[in-house]
C-alpha cells in the first residue's frame, strides 16, 4: 500500500501503541497532522499552547506508562522550547520521542526560515537524534527510536521530518512493535548481595532510577520489612516504595533529614538500587568518597553499563534492571532480620519525626499544614506533580506516596512541570485524583496550560504557593550575599480570578484553617480547579526564616 511518509510517520505510531500525542501545531508537519486526522479514532493529539510544556506532558507520559511519551513541535523556535523536556526526559531516564517538522531537504544548510541542525542540536541532550531523508526509510526510523528510548536505561530521541519528506509516497510496511528486554542480573552478583545484606549489621538502600512498576514497589517493600533492612529514596522518586511501609525511611533529595544523611555514611552495606545516585541525592557528591567509605561495602544496581564506575567506584556493580535485582532477592528468601531490627526501628523513629508538620507562627498560609493535610485526605492512588522551587521541600517532606506512579518531579529540577505533568495525569487515568503544586514563578511558566486542561474537559487540582517571590534564589542570595537581593520579587497577578477567566473553579486561601473546605470544594469540581495560596515570605523552608 502506497502513503505518504506523513501518514506513515502517524501508522507507525499506532503501530506502537501510541494513543495519546502532545504538540502545538506547526506548519512543518502538516502531513502528520493529516495523517493523526486520519487514525483519530486510534489516536489523539492534545493541543498544548507552548511546546516546553507540551514537551514536559510528554515527558510525564513516559512515567506514567513506561513508554515512550509523543511530543509534535515544529522546527527552529518549536523545536527550542521543546528541549526543555528532552533534557528532563534525559535526567530522569524516561522514554519519550519528539518528533520535528524540518526544512525541505532543498533547502537545507541554507539558514532557511527557522532551519536548525537537529542532529547537532539535541547530541547531548538525547539518547539518539536522527534526521530522517527518506519516506522509506520511516518505519525502520521510528522502530530504532523506539527501541533506543526503551533500552537499558530509558531515555528521549528527537526525530525531524523534513516538509517535503514528509508529502513523498512510499510503500514500504510498517515496523514491528518494540518489546523492550530487561537486563537480567547474573545470579552470582545476586548471590553475593544476599549474602553481605543477611550478613550486615547496618545496611541501607537507596532506591531509584527507571522500569519500576507497583508490582516491584510492593515486592521491595516486603521483602525489606522481612530482612529489616531499610529503604531510603532518591531524589523524586519516593514513589518506589510504600511510604507507610515500615521499611521507608525517607529521601535523599533537597532539605534532606539530616538524621538520614548521618546513616547514609554509618550504612555498613549501601546498595544503590537502580538510579545513578547523582548530583542532589549524593549532596554534591559529598555523601560518599569516591573510592569508598572505610568499613562500608558498597554495592550500585544500574541497567546502563556505561553508568557503572562512572561516579562512585563500587565493591560490587550489578548491571541489571533494578526491579529484576529485587525479584532475585526475593526468590532467595529473607534473610532473618533479628540482628537489624534496632537499626531499622532507628531509621523508621528518624523519619516520622521529621515528617510529621509542626505548626509554626506565620503570616498567611503555612505550607506544612496543606501538605498534612493532604496527606491524610488524598486516596493512596492520587498523583501529585510539581515543578522546581522551594516551595517543594515541604510536598516532599510531608507527603506520602502509597502507590508507584504517584509522584511526578523532574529531578531535572525544571520549573514549570508540575501543571503539564497533571495534565497527562488526569488524561491518562480520568479517574484518578490529580494535584498539583506550583510555586508563584513556576506557575507563571505553565499556567497558560489551564486553558489545555479546560479544553480537554480535565479533573485536576491546582495549588498555587505565593510569596511573591523566586524563593530558592533568594534562599541562595541570603547564604551567598546577605542582603543583595537582585531579581528574585515578583509582582505577581491574583492568581485565583486568572485562573477563573481560563475556565476553572477557583478559589483564595489566606489562612491555614479555610485550606480543608476550599480543597473539598476544589476536589468536588467537575473541571480544572486552581487554589491561590497567601504564603508568608519569611518562610523560606520548613526549618528556616528569612530575617
Not at 170 to 175: E, R, V
Not at 328 to 333: E, K, P, T
Not at 516 to 536: F, G, N, Q, S, W
Amino acid at each position: 500500500m502506497t502513503r505518504l511518509g506523513g501518514h506513515v510517520v502517524a501508522d507507525q505510531l499506532v503501530a506502537q501503541g501510541v494513543d495519546t500525542v502532545f504538540g502545538v501545531p506547526g506548519e512543518s508537519f502538516l502531513t502528520v497532522l493529516d495523517g493523526l486526522w486520519e487514525r483519530r479514532d486510534r489516536i489523539r493529539f492534545v493541543t498544548a499552547r507552548h511546546e516546553a510544556t507540551a514537551s514536559h506532558m510528554a515527558e510525564a507520559w513516559g512515567k506514567l506508562t513506561g513508554r515512550p511519551g509523543v511530543c509534535l513541535a515544529t522546527r527552529g523556535p518549536g523545536a527550542t522550547h521543546a528541549s526543555v523536556g528532552v533534557h528532563t526526559a534525559f535526567q530522569d531516564s524516561t522514554p519519550m520521542l519528539l518528533l520535528l517538522g524540518q526544512v525541505a531537504r532543498p533547502h537545507l544548510g541554507r539558514e532557511a526560515f527557522q532551519e536548525v541542525d537537529f542532529e547537532a542540536m539535541f547530541a547531548p541532550l538525547a539518547k539518539w537524534a536522527h534526521q530522517i531523508e527518506s519516506a522509506d526509510e520511516i518505519p525502520a526510523a521510528v522502530t530504532r527510536a523506539f527501541e533506543v528510548a526503551l533500552g537499558d536505561r530509558p531515555g528521549p530521541v528527537v526525530l525531524a521530518l523534513p516538509e517535503d519528506m514528509q508529502r513523498d509516497p512510499t510503500d514500504a510496511p510498517d515496523g514491528p512493535r518494540v518489546a523492550p528486554a530487561l537486563r537480567e542480573p547474573e545470579p552470582g552478583d545476586l548471590d553475593r548481595l544476599h549474602a553481605w545484606l543477611a550478613e550486615a549489621e547496618r545496611p541501607l538502600i537507596v532506591v531509584g532510577g527507571p522500569r519500576w512498576d507497583q508490582a516491584s514497589a510492593d515486592a521491595l517493600a516486603a521483602w525489606a520489612e522481612a530482612a529489616a533492612v531499610p529503604v531510603a529514596a532518591q531524589f523524586r522518586r519516593q514513589d518506589r516504595i510504600d511510604n507507610a511501609s515500615p521499611a521507608y525511611v525517607g529521601d535523599l533529595g533537597l532539605g534532606c533529614n539530616p538524621a538520614l544523611e548521618r546513616r547514609v555514611a554509618e550504612a555498613d552495606v549501601l546498595v544503590l538500587l537502580g538510579g545513578r545516585f547523582g548530583d542532589i541525592p549524593s549532596g554534591g557528591y559529598t555523601r560518599l568518597p569516591a573510592d569508598g567509605a572505610p568499613g562500608q561495602r558498597l554495592v550500585h544496581v544500574h541497567p546502563e553499563a556505561t553508568e557503572l564506575g562512572r561516579v562512585w567506584s563500587a565493591d560490587l556493580d550489578v548491571c541489571a534492571a533494578a526491579p529484576l535485582v529485587v525479584a532475585g532477592l526475593a526468590a532467595r528468601g529473607a534473610p532473618d532480620g533479628a540482628a537489624r531490627r534496632a537499626w531499622a526501628e532507628a531509621l523508621r523513629a528518624d523519619y516520622d519525626a521529621w515528617s510529621e508538620p509542626a505548626p509554626r507562627d506565620l503570616d498567611g498560609v503555612d505550607l506544612g499544614q496543606v501538605v498534612g493535610h493532604l496527606r491524610e485526605v488524598l486516596p493512596a492512588d492520587a498523583v501529585v506533580a510539581n515543578g522546581a522551587g522551594n516551595y517543594t521541600v515541604w510536598v516532599h517532606r510531608y507527603h506520602r506516596h502509597r502507590r508507584y506512579g504517584t509522584q511526578l518531579a523532574p529531578t531535572s529540577g525544571a520549573m514549570g512541570y508540575g501543571i503539564p505533568a497533571a495534565i497527562a495525569a488526569a488524561l491518562h487515568d480520568p479517574r484518578r485524583t490529580v494535584v498539583a503544586f506550583a510555586g508563584d514563578g513556576c506557575f507563571q511558566m505553565a499556567g497558560h496550560e489551564l486553558a489545555t486542561a479546560v479544553q480537554e474537559g480535565l479533573r485536576l487540582v491546582v495549588i498555587v504557593a505565593d510569596n511573591g517571590m523566586l524563593g530558592t534564589i533568594r534562599m541562595h542570595q541570603e547564604r551567598s550575599y546577605p542582603g543583595h537581593v537582585e531579581g528574585t520579587g515578583l509582582a505577581n497577578p491574583d492568581f485565583a480570578a486568572l485562573a477563573a477567566a481560563h475556565g476553572c473553579h477557583a478559589e483564595r486561601v489566606l489562612a491555614d484553617a479555610d485550606f480543608p473546605a476550599a480543597l473539598a470544594r476544589a476536589l468536588a469540581a467537575e473541571r480544572p480547579a486552581v487554589i491561590h495560596l497567601v504564603t508568608d515570605p519569611r518562610a523560606i523552608t520548613p526549618g528556616a526564616l528569612l530575617g
